[in-house]
């Protein structure tokens, strides 16, 4: 079945730096489009930023342009999310994601807290 596990989560200072990762399995991840997401306390789950299958275009929100890249290396079925100069209104919880015509599939979410 289809599995997503975030990894990478934790406590940072502003202005550091965090690498998310999210192995995928269940699935041929060289084909299908992933995601970012994360949800913060009282505020509903946006989107991040996403990477296509094939060419790996991306695309981010407005709030983290500049500052957070998405990555996928398809040897490994893994997602990345390299996030640079974080501010504490990143700090959430962050999801990894995957759409197919019948369902949305979600990682377990690992938290992000960026507080000095």
């Known amino acids: 079945q289809v599995r997503l596990v975030e990894s990478g989560g934790g406590l940072v200072q502003p202005g550091g730096s965090l690498r998310l990762s999210c192995a995928a399995s269940?699935?041929?991840?060289?084909?299908?489009?992933m995601s970012w997401y994360r949800q913060a306390p009282g505020k509903e789950r946006e989107l991040v930023a996403g990477?296509?299958?094939?060419?790996?275009?991306?695309n981010y929100a407005d709030s983290v342009k500049g500052r957070f890249t998405i990555s996928r290396d398809n040897a490994k079925n893994t997602v990345y999310l390299q996030m640079n100069e974080m501010k504490p209104e990143d700090t959430a919880v962050y999801y990894c994601?995957?759409?197919?015509?019948?369902?949305?599939?979600w990682g377990q979410g690992t938290q992000v807290t960026v507080s000095s």
């Open positions: 990477i296509s299958s094939a060419e790996g275009s991306t």
């Open positions: 994601n995957v759409r197919f015509s019948t369902r949305n599939y």
């Open positions: 269940g699935f041929i991840f060289s084909i299908k489009s």
